[in-house]
């Protein structure tokens, strides 16, 4: 076996942070609020006709708001350990809803907003959740049968009163019961994604977050003046991770979880750092590649990617206007929750804007290995975070220990997955000679064709969306094939800028928009063994989507629905 750790500073660090360190997450939130009260905390987009001004909130704003909805769960009746669910978008709000959980000595069940009614029914019952915040009337529907009270977030205001009421007959109220809670209790509920079975619960300790923002503070890679643009779903342990950094630093976050908005955010935020998903980078990068086009144009800025941003030419004629379109003061971004192509990667990085790729699952708290932004190694997601260990057994599968893994499944036996403190991952990895971890696939997804060739189909899938703008999600076939094959669903932003797009069914077998697809299919598998190229390929006439079941909540492909679904449309690829 092989194993990688991280750098000997790091860990030295970690360990000075932790003698410390808060017993648990609601009182790492206090903890802030009462070290850095006036400093500002969330900036959330004014409601206001005018736009693009953003109303800034201090942390001692922050806690008064968590201290009075933690006193009103309290009122109502919420007991220690149990579950509160939250069904909503990204806002401030749902932070305060959060902290105000673990602050009453509850724990958190996070519920995507586009969760079906189904999923919302298992995740609600299998939780046993008692209360519920949601976002509008919608989520209402979904969730009432399920809990014993529904709090819509335009309602916070009556909770609030009624913390309020109950703080002035008991000041120390909040106080007592977020001071009860151990690093061992149940902080957090987040249901995996499910690309093969029903959500399973995955429980996360308080000790796992507070964790989770001391290793990231030791790691220096987040700076108290830093501005972050947080738009992730926080019903993903990812976004979660993120309020842990940012607890144990002190930066403030722009919150908004409008995606289509991002691009207008960015320049009226203008933030330092930014989590994203691979998506955002193919986009930005597809769509930096369309608005250069060719001729002159189009090799000056070839020539300036090729000289880099330290080039002072180069930067000055053409990449720090690029910049500018992020704000222009971004130091670098992060990616996480899937591949990101390692051209796409170096791109970024040479035009002065580094991204950070991470890996981590729900069971480590999402955050476990990542890339320091100063010295990144393309194609890997870096080293682990001090604390942790990454070990590689005898058939590839990666595997994690530390505090940040957790404690094991709701209700359900945990032992095949957790071995002797070992977090058996279910991907595929190796580590380099510097000491990173590269991932190359699910170990349950590796292809294996009929000829008894091996294919990591994520990695194809990434290079192709890479490589061809129009692609959306891409699903790469051939276990027990004789060839490899593709099922190819377009973008919907990149579409509906294409003449035509309105008879989507026509649209898609047009010979100008085939022609496109297999020009860029021909570029993948000119960089691919023979045994991985596609050699036949369908565009979907529809688009994948979480309702259907072919996507996870977090836009992550479930491969045997999809295969099973469309098996006579795979079937007539190989006739």
Known sequence: MTECTAPAAEETLLAELRRDSPPSFGAMFLARAGRTPEEVAYRRPSSGAGGGEWVPQT????????????????????????????????????????FAVMCAGGATTTVYPSSSPDEV????????????????????AKVAPHVERVILISELGELRERGREALGDDPELVDRTTAAVGPDDLATLIYTSGTTGRPKGVRISHGAWVYQGLAIQAMGIVRPDDVGYLWLPLSHAFGKALLACQLSVGFEFAVDGDVSRIV???TEVRPTIMPAVPRIFEKVYAGVGATIGGGLKGRLFAWAVRAGHRNPLADRLVLAKVRARFGGRMRYFISGASALSPDIAAWFGAIGLPVAEGYGLTESCATTIFNRPDDPEYGTVGRPLPGTRVRIAEDGEILLKGPGIMSGYHGLDSGEVLADGWLRT????????????????RKKDLIKTSNGKYVAPQAVEARFKAICPLAGHVVVHGDNRKYI?????LDPDEVAKRPGAGDYATF??????????????DELNAGLNSWETI????????????????????????????EDRYRSQLDSLYQ
């Open 535 to 562: 050699k036949k390929f369908a565009i979907l006439d529809h688009h994948l989507d979480v309702e259907s079941g072919i996507l996870t909540p977090s836009m992550k492909i479930r491969r045997r629905a999809a």
């Open 426 to 441: 279910g991907d595929i990895g190796e580590i380099t000679g510097r000491g990173s971890l590269r991932i190359t696939d």
């Open 59 to 98: 942390w001692a704003a922050t806690a008064q708001a968590v201290r009075e909805i933690a006193a009103g769960l309290i009122a109502l009746g919420l007991r220690p350990q149990e579950r509160v669910a939250i069904v909503s978008g990204t806002r401030v709000e749902w932070i305060e809803a959060d």
């Open 264 to 266: 207008q955010r960015l």
């Open 121 to 140: 029914e298992h995740i609600l019952t299998d939780s046993g959740s008692r209360f519920a915040f949601v976002e509008d009337e919608s989520h209402r």
């Open 485 to 489: 094959t593709a099922l190819i669903d």
């Open 508 to 521: 898609v077998t047009s010979p100008e928009i085939v022609a496109e697809i297999s020009r860029c299919v």
